[in-house]
């Protein structure tokens, strides 16, 4: 019977680790897409300097969970953001408003698409 | 290249101790659920070892998930009657006093030349001879003879015949295994003296020196020491 405890032990920690894990990306997806969301907004109003640092903020809240997200997410996955902030960013740099507007909504929804990756939802299940 | 390296070692340790967790049974006789775990540990296990860009917590997490299961399903299995014939089948009684029990065979998708096949490899062609074939759940099939087909033994001869017990691996490729030579109740002295009465000097020389409840001793020296 020891065995079984253990087993079930086992289960619902992977369980309860995997829904955690899904939870954290969900909320790191979420923040980093507002702050580009609110970067977007500063650069449509003409505040190039300040959508630059929301930007760079939004990359750095990325990278301080670069060990975590590696661990869990597909690096096709991860290469697709970073490759995603470098053009958002160039465009900033740039102050090319339409160019920066389809870069950054496109970063925005790859977030998106992760954190709909990692919700307990039907189709995800299915 | 050292990822993979790594990543198949790390992959490789976690089978080999969820495969000893399952049990010995688990290398021989494969249940249903057990044979479909090693196909599937043996495909989860491939897929992170060869592509770096999935995590090798993708691997971990469904292998594991999968030994849990199974574990939770063996111990069921061991304490409910039903559920073990709900997850492993009920053996089948192919052959009853020497007739084909068609209805089984059809049910089982048993057909009569696997059934003839079985027979043979167990040396058995005539199957007026069999009392009992039973398809277990293994998908083995167990042949029992009537009474008067079955080998001589030497109780029906009435032949008392010396039981020497369980021979016990004394010296195993020149190494004494002091714990199997102390259960025997033996000592080294009481070795000592044995191998010189077959003019061993040495254990070193022994290859495999085995004695039984009788103390009648089995020696096979190394084959360097047979052809000096």
Partial sequence: MKWLWVSCAILIAILVGTMASGRYLQSLASSVGEQLQQAQTLAEAG???????????????????EVCI???LRHSDINEVYKGFERVEACVRAEEYAEYA??????IAHLELINQSEMLDIENVL | MVIAFLRTIILYVIIIVGMRMMGKRQIGELEPSELVLALVIADLAAVPMQDFGIPILFGIIPILTLLCITMIISVLNMKSIRFRALMCGCPSVVIRNGKINQKEMRRNRFTIDELMEELRMQSVTDLSLVKYAILETTGTLSVLLYANQQPVTAELMGVGAPEP?????IINDG?????????????????????KERLVKNPHDVF???????????LALKEAQVQA
């Fill in chain 1, 102 to 107: 389809v870069a950054n909504a496109e970063l």
């Fill in chain 1, 47 to 65: 505040d190039w300097s300040g959508a630059r640092d929301k930007t760079s903020a939004a990359r750095s809240t990325w990278q301080e969970k």
């Fill in chain 2, 165 to 169: 017990g369980l021979p016990l691996i």
């Fill in chain 2, 175 to 195: 190494r004494i295994m002091s714990h199997n030579l102390e259960s025997r109740g033996l000592t080294m002295d009481w070795l000592e003296k044995r191998l």
């Fill in chain 2, 208 to 218: 495999l020196c085995t004695v039984d409840e009788k103390e009648r001793l089995y």
């Fill in chain 1, 70 to 72: 590696h661990i869990t």
